[in-house]
């Protein structure tokens, strides 16, 4: 069932996220809300920093580019200096293989 929601308030949106089993999207606020509220996240990462960007979260994996991020963004270890990936990089079974680590069989 797809819901497609436009212009709500954050509260309620957090809400919504809190109650969701996962959550897949890419630099966005609503990806960091996600993580804020416990949500199991994959966000995706290619011309911005995760080391600078990434959502804070134990429920968090970055795919960026090719490269997996399964730690929480305050502890990871990031290469130097920044290289740009692209989002065309990311393979969606590579997406899928990473929420299903997060969330269990879809």
Do not use: Y
């Not at 797809?2 to 109650?19: D, F, H, S, Y």
């Not at 963004?73 to 692209?86: G, I, K, Q, Y």
Request: aromatic share 4%.
């Amino acid at each position: 069932r797809l819901v497609i929601l436009e212009n709500r308030p954050l509260k309620e949106m957090a809400t919504l996220l809190a109650q969701c089993r996962g959550m897949i999207g890419n630099d966005t606020g609503m990806t960091h809300l996600a993580a804020a509220v416990g949500t199991p996240v994959v966000a995706l990462f290619g011309p911005t920093d995760p080391a600078v960007w990434g959502p804070c979260s134990p429920a968090v994996r970055i795919l960026w580019g090719q490269e997996l991020i399964d730690q929480d963004v305050t502890s990871a270890s990031w290469p130097d200096p920044f290289v740009e990936r692209s989002l065309a990089d990311i393979e969606v079974d590579r997406v899928i293989e990473v929420i299903q680590t997060v969330m269990g069989p879809l």
